[in-house]
């Protein structure tokens, strides 16, 4: 089977910056539900598109194809009572950006905790460095209906109810 709208792809995949420090790799393979569903990076899935069992590629990508280029907006220095006591450089919260939609949230890293602040980074970590995404194919196959009503992969491998 081909990689197209709406199939079920398992790969083994390697993540790394421009200079080949290792980020993320699968352990042992992901699954994902291909064709728009936001399971891979976008360029990642047009190298897919098209290919089969046992195809293997690699994807330079640049800050904008990858987590962005990073956003000052997005840095917040907070009251320390707002935290909880046990608060530390490293924990992660949900919250609001200013001026977003309520559904709209971002997971926010705590990068300092003084005696009366507590400074939140809502940039992934990865945001501003090119990646280098390499990858192989290891199984494709057709989504079920229930996959495609919930856009993204069940099962083995893949999300569990």
């Known amino acids: 089977m081909v990689i197209g709208k709406n199939s079920v792809v398992t790969l083994n995949y390697r993540l790394t910056d421009d200079e080949g420090k290792l980020l993320e790799e699968s352990d042992p393979s992901i699954s994902y539900l291909h064709g728009g569903y936001d399971g891979i990076f976008p360029l990642v899935e047009e190298a897919l598109e098209g290919q089969s069992e046992g195809f293997s590629c690699t994807v330079t990508m640049e800050p904008d194809e990858a987590f962005g280029e990073y956003d000052e907006s997005l840095m ?3 009251p ?4 909880p006591s046990q608060v530390k450089v490293g924990m992660q919260f949900e919250g609001q950006p200013e001026g977003a939609e309520h559904e709209d949230t ?5 990068t300092e905790v003084t005696e009366d602040k507590v400074v ?3 940039n992934h970590p990865l945001v501003g460095k090119r990646l280098v995404f390499s990858c192989s194919v290891l199984g ?9 009503q919930h856009g993204h992969v069940h099962g083995e ?3 569990h109810h």
């Open 120 to 122: 939140v980074d809502g």
């Open 106 to 110: 971002v997971l926010y890293t705590v």
């Open 80 to 83: 320390r009572h707002l935290f």
């Open 140 to 148: 494709v196959r057709q989504a079920t209906p229930d996959e495609l």
């Open 157 to 159: 491998h893949g999300h």
């Open 76 to 78: 917040r220095v907070e």
